[in-house]
């Protein structure tokens, strides 16, 4: 057991270091990136979409997709007018720092302001890897449930901004918000959320406010 | 690079070893069990009680739930009556078969006839490790959306039968079944599939005589 420890350390020690030069590059080129992880289906790329559509007037957005296998949701952001690279890990759960310092040669990233990263769709293994974005923001979905910061406390505790994605869907499932949100201050007290729904557009002008003020005021 | 690969074969060889023995230690019981994977939030525990409150005059059944942290899924089984151990893995991914063997002693085994393992919530890392039960079961959930299978393509290409869950929900979301029903034939042909909603109880009959069948006649 002991001769197991220092080598997971030293995997991720690298993995961090390699998140801190793609921080620099980001920096370098002026581009405020975040990183957003949910659950399978909470709707990231619905998220990115409906971003993309608010802001397209304002900020140059480009994209980097995570997912096992597909191109399925860098199709729809190409479609979109959005500049998008996919990663597909092969069977990975998570993307790691080397995955998106290969990814960055493919973007124009001197002519953007904001990149945003989908991670793998994962509750679980994304939280444990930094990548090199600004923020960490994390998708909840009204459908998969009130308990979720009790059970994945990890992605919840490690997370700068929550969406709560598909409100809309409030009046057909049983989701107990005052529940969801007393497990979420528990672990991330004062946490910055959004209620959204990517189907009606509800909620999206805070969250975009939210995101244009970090865009204008990060660290160049 | 070349000295890793011997590490983890050696670790996946351990694991399908124990996962042997969990298997035979389950028939030497004769209890007939299977392992349920899904998203964070697909219904795992519920149509585990549903399944339960519809079996409960016929077959004695006990369960497992794996989370990563919390009782939450646990207290509702005994709350529901059913013998049931909790298995926390402290932030793990998955559940491997150590664990099972490890929570077997907990459960009356030899007056089970069935036992369901609720692995973590996750789509992909519980497809990597064999735990020793004699099925697994996939469910989907309708909101989480049709794409799954192409971006999955691990889990749904290793289980034995897919439970679509939430088809309560299909008037209020975007849900091609047959684009997803396509994806799933070309990973899996022939699966073996029941649409249910744990909500209204719609479907159930038709998993529940599949599940009296395997339960009745399994190896033992």
Not at 63 to 91: C, F, M, R, W, Y
Not at 101 to 130: Q, T
């Amino acid at each position: 057991m002991t001769r197991k420890i220092p080598v997971v350390e030293h995997i991720l020690s690298a993995n961090d270091q390699i998140a801190d030069q793609n921080l620099e590059t980001l920096k370098a080129a002026g581009v405020f990136a975040i990183n957003i992880m949910a659950s399978p289906g909470a709707g990231k790329t619905s998220t990115i979409l409906k971003t993309f559509e608010l802001l397209e007037d304002k900020i140059k957005m480009g994209v980097i997709e995570g997912d096992l296998a597909s191109s399925i949701d860098a199709d729809k952001a190409q479609a979109a007018g959005i500049p998008v690279v996919q990663i597909n890990t092969g069977g990975g759960c998570h993307l790691d720092a080397v995955m998106l310092k290969d990814a960055f040669p493919n973007l124009p990233l001197v002519s953007l302001d904001l990149l945003i990263v989908e991670n793998v769709g994962n509750l679980v293994c994304p939280a444990n890897f930094k990548i090199g974005t600004h923020k960490n923001v994390l998708i909840a979905s009204i459908p998969e449930g009130d308990d979720k910061p009790y059970k994945y406390p990890g992605m919840y505790r490690g997370v700068d901004a929550l969406i709560i994605n598909k409100i809309d869907l409030m009046p057909y499932v049983d989701f107990d918000i005052e529940y969801f949100l007393k497990g979420v201050e528990i672990l991330n007290p004062g946490l910055q959320s959004f209620s959204v729904s990517c189907k009606t557009g509800e909620g999206f002008e805070a969250w975009i406010n939210w995101l244009v003020e970090q865009v204008k005021g990060h660290d160049r």
